[in-house]
């Protein structure tokens, strides 16, 4: 039985200890390296000293602080009107199909399309967002450069977050609250509740599970954040866009620093792990409870 | 509950007329990028918000249909999707069938290391992977891509798809293996077919997820004639930085063929989506 059994997992489990496992590991030995790129070179070990450059170097930090900023904008907005539209969409209505595959086409969009548009959408001159936000809502006097500053480029970013993603959150929302009893709504309403008052003190407490999920899956996407940096500013002007990953992708492959990326590829996997973790202990924390 | 008519038609007015006004802002953007596609350039950025174009011209998609190697990078994505796809969800299935169906010594240990490995991003890994590559010397070609196509996918599909198997009845195997039939036979002639719908939501996950992929393909592939469509695209932004009716015809054609995916099959999309995200 367990040579079968052998036969079935092992092929399977090499190729991913290969591509998976065995480059997790070397990201972390890596990163303790001087890296050179040309082999046989020697690459020595310098122990924590690429950790302590990328806490000094301040495009590293402002990266983060970036992606931080990304991630606060970017998943109360996507939770809010994705839980929003899945309410919209809980009840027998005709057509709700219709909408859900609407809300739901950005997200099965490529990356790399949706950025280009977004970069269009936000061009300097003439583009949809300066003629939405100049001409017809007037909140500007003249067309913005949105792309050419570090602020509007991220709004322009958050922008697309928000919409790629609305559709992604509304999807498991709505098989959330598609999960709460009837008779729970039906049993609040005879006491008197409200469409708000139930939707608060029944759908909202019977989802939360699944709104934790959301929530750190939303922000671990935010700080991972990186095709439409890439494509939309490629993190300029002047490094004012950076995100990890993409100041990670250019000292890797525009400067060859690997060991260096290997500690900004490492860092942001520790602050990964440490959400996933989290949410884990507090899933367990709650399944004792109940 | 007995709710009275008028209140059920207002509900049903109110949630249509939020749904139609959100939905709208949600399509604009394609929309537009689709209305874009059909203007020559010198109307380009003429007015945003007229998505009829006063002079709707083809040109756009034939010239990206037929310079630049179009064609080519069309067929590379779609070998390269379709090659992958179908040997994730072989793979991937054959590891399921294991963890569902056997003990074995080891094998807590292979699904702990696989649900470890589904909490680390795959961009975590691209500098070691690219090092992988270079000395395999899987740089720089389509064949290349596959097995990190494949071994990256592995860990979410197998995942998904042993939940799945373990939901089929026990006794249907030890029904066949009293027929003799051998691990091979239970697993091809009895789960696989059995399970056909998980089957299908990993296969169009894996399709996608390959047929966009940007970060591995940018940072291995060198030469034109083994670029995907995602870089081809992005270049032609680059080359052609004003002509955006070209960039958007480009783009609108490697999108068609998700756009069908999803329509056709957009009730698995529900099935696989919580675990998905994690790579996305």
Known sequence: MAVAAYAFVLPGFALYALIVLYPAVQTFLLSLRDWNIVPGQPSPWIGLANYVQAFGDPVFLRSLVNSAVYTVVTVPLQIVIGLGLAVLLDSKLPGRVFFRVVFYLPVVTSWVVVSLLFQYIFASGDGLANAVVVHILHLAPHNVAWLQSRWTGMAAISALGVWKGIGWSMLIFLAALTGVPRELHEAAALDGAGAWGRFRHVSLPAIRPATMVVIVLLIIGGFQVFISVLLMTQGGPSDSTQVPLTYMYDQAFSYYKFGYGSAISFTLTVLVLVLSAAQYAWNRSRNKES | ?280
């Not at chain 2, 990206?64 to 072989?90: D, K, P």
């Not at chain 2, 696989?114 to 890994?125: A, W």
């Not at chain 2, 789960?191 to 089957?199: D, H, I, K, W």
């Open chain 2, 1 to 280: 509950m007995v709710v009275p008519r008028w209140r059920r038609i207002t509900d049903h007015a109110i949630r249509y007329v939020l749904l139609t006004v959100i939905g709208a802002v949600m399509i604009y953007p394609f929309l537009y990028m689709l209305s874009t596609s059909f203007k020559t350039r010198s109307l380009i950025l003429d007015d945003p918000l007229q998505l009829i174009p006063s002079d709707p011209t083809l040109s756009n998609y034939v010239t990206a249909l037929t310079a630049n190697h179009f064609g080519r990078y069309f067929v590379n994505s779609a070998l390269v999707a379709v090659v992958s796809t179908v040997l994730i969800v072989f793979v991937s299935s054959m590891m399921a069938y294991a963890f569902s169906r056997f003990d074995f010594p080891g094998k807590r240990f292979f699904f702990v290391a696989i649900v470890v490995g589904l909490t680390i991003p795959t961009m975590m890994l691209i500098i070691p992977q690219f090092l992988l590559a270079r000395d395999l010397h899987l740089l720089n070609s389509l064949q290349g891509l596959v097995p990190f196509y494949v071994g990256t996918a592995l860990g979410f599909n197998t995942f998904l798809l042993t939940g799945f198997f373990e939901t089929i009845p026990q006794e249907l195997d030890e029904a066949m293996l009293v027929d003799g039939a051998g691990a091979w036979r239970r697993y091809w002639n009895l789960v696989l077919p059995l399970a056909r719908p998980a089957l299908a939501t990993c296969a169009i996950f894996a399709f996608l997820g390959t047929w966009d992929e940007y970060a591995w393909a940018l940072t291995t592939l060198n030469d034109t004639e083994v670029r995907t469509l995602p870089i081809a695209i992005a270049l032609f932004q680059g080359q052609h930085s004003t002509s955006w009716g070209l960039v958007f015809a480009a783009s609108m054609i490697a999108i068609i063929p998700v756009l069908i995916v999803y329509i056709v099959f957009q009730r698995h999309f529900v099935a696989g989506l919580a675990a998905g995200a994690v790579k996305s």
